[in-house]
């Protein structure tokens, strides 16, 4: 039988920094220790783990934006910091980014549609009312309107820059899209609002996601699988959502008890 090549594949992937001081010779510090990980074809996996454990080097490694020391990172197929640029350059469209901050994610002197349109004029190529109608489809999928186009980021609430952001990142119908701490700056209205929206698109488009946060609720609304880091390094990896109680690793159990239910009838007291 034959084995189909996973959307993305990462093999002991290794990135470090220094903490600072001008001839860099400040603390070591490992963001990222001999990480492997695989994900297939319209597979959302939650990359969780406290604040400082990897989490974003891992994302932007993951985009190509973050070269590693060692190991590799295959996007269908292709080694994304191997010598066949054409072939990178071929594959990269279908992999977009949501961050955490939309307000500077956007250029503030560009309208909610100049910005969206920016990806299709750079890698479509489409005439002037095609972009126009694409633009004004795209605002409606997120639950903005055609006239929303003409706004600018500032006349915007946080959760509809946002969804600005995501109609920009799936502009070009990509295959992966990493969701850096996407719902973290939002109230929790607005996060579950934004949740659902991914979830829909993903059902629709078929595209996966990496979702990278601390809020390990967050996570398991979107997630089929779950990447626990801590200090650089996965210290566990669950499979199956559904038995998120199931979770030992100390850091796990510590993002898991954030989210516990506030009766203590319903508390997990393993
Ligand atoms: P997380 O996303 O989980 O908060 P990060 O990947 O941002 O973690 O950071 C992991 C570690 O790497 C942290 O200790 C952080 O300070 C360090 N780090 C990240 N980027 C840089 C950088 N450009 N220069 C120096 N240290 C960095």
Do not use: W
Request: with cysteine.
């Amino acid at each position: 039988m034959a084995v189909s090549t996973p959307l993305l594949a990462l093999q002991g992937v290794s990135k470090h920094f220094h903490g600072g001081g001008i001839f860099k010779q400040g603390r070591r510090v490992q963001a990222n220790k001999e990480i492997s990980l695989s994900l297939a074809d319209g597979e959302c996996l939650g990359l969780v783990g406290e604040s400082g454990s990897g989490k974003s080097t891992l994302g932007r490694i993951i985009l190509g934006i973050e070269k590693p020391e060692s190991g590799a990172v295959f996007f269908q197929g292709v080694n994304l910091y191997g010598p066949d640029k054409a072939a990178v350059r071929a594959v990269r469209r279908d992999l977009q980014v949501v961050f955490q901050d939309c307000f500077s994610s956007v250029n503030p002197r560009l309208t909610a549609g100049e910005s969206i349109a920016e990806p299709l004029r750079n890698f479509a190529c489409p005439g002037f009312r095609d972009v126009l109608l694409a633009v004004g489809e795209l605002l409606e999928l997120v639950g903005l309107t055609p006239g929303d186009a003409a706004k600018y980021p500032h006349q915007f609430s946080g959760g509809q820059l946002q969804r600005v952001c995501i109609a920009r990142a799936i502009s070009l119908r990509p295959k992966l899209i990493v969701l850096d701490e996407a719902v973290s700056s939002l109230d929790v209205l607005v996060q579950a609002q934004i949740l659902d929206l991914l979830s829909d698109l993903r059902a629709e488009r078929g595209m996966s996601y990496v979702f990278i946060s601390h809020d390990l609720a967050a996570v398991a609304h979107l997630s089929d699988r779950l990447a626990v880091m801590y200090a650089g390094e996965i210290v566990e990896r669950l499979d199956n959502m559904e038995n998120l109680n199931c979770l030992t690793h100390p850091v796990s159990r510590a993002l898991l008890a954030a989210i516990l239910p506030a009766q203590p009838m319903n508390r997990d007291t393993r």
